[in-house]
């Protein structure tokens, strides 16, 4: 078989704020007896790392990255060792990339979006975040990165929860909700949380998040928190116009890219049977069709935002015009105003 037909090998990203359960959890994976081999990818922030002495000694192959933070300085890196590692990927089943607790995990998606080769070979299976259930509030309070690792998940290891009161717990999940309202939460202490769990999902695919949860992208997000970040979601009954729905999206993440860390939806093009899945990473987008509607499923388009600052009233106009048969003037108008309005 060619190298270009066969299958892209899957990367887990392992992230989550400093001392939340990372590496307990990346050892709990080394050595369970699942039968399958990882090559890992352990990022520290430092001229001296410590990460990969902490990794239990394992058979796997293990690249350590300690110039920098693998969000700001070290993207070339991640590239070159995920290249190299396709040439020999016979001797690995998949990859974890466990990232700094200080790091921002957009980047580290946006790289399987912008290099061809990465892209190709690999495909993002999940963002995996640790979360100290014990002072998960102190670091919403204090970090950003905290906030941004939530948002970006797609499966959320709550741990240490040998802490925490039920009480406390439900109002932590409750924090989690408010940032990121559709990542599937695990309750664990010491990051004893089944392997099945974390690895292999395909959980950064939207089809498999909607085949799994039919309706999280359903309606309007409405929690009103003190959190920097949030969420807004819409839907539309009315076909969407491709050509108005690029347009617009295109200003919208040239204009407030920086603000949103994932923007995903599911859309309804007019004239096409099948449905569209769209998502972006800050300003990277990218999008494809993901098979047909099926039959008797109304053909609504979906379409969610996370991030700062985020203009609901703006949004709505902006993905309304999108619609087949609104004036032309309208669309128009909305795409000319990219910068929405103060709030």
């Not at 999940?126 to 002072?135: N, Q």
């Not at 924090?175 to 690895?199: C, G, H, L, Q, W």
Request: hydrophobic share 40%; charged share 30%; net charge negative.
């Amino acid at each position: 078989m060619s190298n270009t037909a066969r299958a892209p090998v899957p990367v887990t990203v392992l992230t989550g704020y400093l001392g939340a359960g990372k590496t307990t959890l990346l050892n709990r994976i080394l050595t369970e007896n699942h039968g399958q081999k990882f090559a890992i990818v352990i990022n520290e922030f430092g001229e001296l790392g410590v990460d990969n002495d902490l990794v239990v000694d394992a058979d796997e192959e293990v690249f350590e990255m300690n110039n920098g933070c693998i969000c700001c300085t070290v993207r070339g890196d991640l590239i070159r060792i995920l290249s190299g590692l396709m040439k020999r990927r016979d001797k690995f089943d998949g990859i974890i990339v466990e990232t700094t607790g200080l790091a921002d995990p957009a980047p580290v998606a946006q790289t399987f979006f912008v290099d061809d080769d990465v892209k190709r070979t690999t495909k993002l299976d999940a963002i995996v975040t640790v979360v100290d259930a014990k002072h998960l509030p102190a670091r919403l309070a204090d970090s950003a990165e905290a906030q941004e690792q939530i948002a970006f998940a797609d499966i959320i290891v709550l741990n240490k929860m040998d802490l925490v009161s039920e009480a406390e717990a439900a109002e932590v999940e409750k924090r989690i909700r408010a940032i990121n309202p559709y990542a599937e939460i695990r309750r664990t202490t010491k990051s004893d949380v089944p392997i099945n769990a974390v690895i292999g999902r395909d959980a950064f695919n939207l089809e498999r998040i909607l085949e799994r949860e039919p309706e999280f992208l359903s309606g309007e997000d409405n929690h009103e928190h003190d959190s920097e970040v949030n969420s807004v979601s819409f839907e539309l009954d009315r076909p969407i116009d491709a050509e108005r729905f690029n347009a617009w999206i295109t200003q919208v993440l040239s204009s407030k890219g920086q603000d949103l860390l994932r923007t995903k939806g599911i859309l309804a093009y007019q004239g096409d049977d099948r449905r569209f899945a769209f998502q972006a990473v800050h300003m990277i987008a990218d999008g494809d069709f993901v098979g047909p509607w099926k039959e008797g499923d109304p053909r609504r388009s979906k379409l969610v935002f996370i991030g700062r600052d985020l203009n609901r009233p703006w949004l709505r106009r902006g993905f309304e015009a999108c619609q087949a048969g609104e004036d032309e003037a309208k669309i128009n108008a909305e795409i000319a105003r990219w910068s929405p309005p103060e709030a």
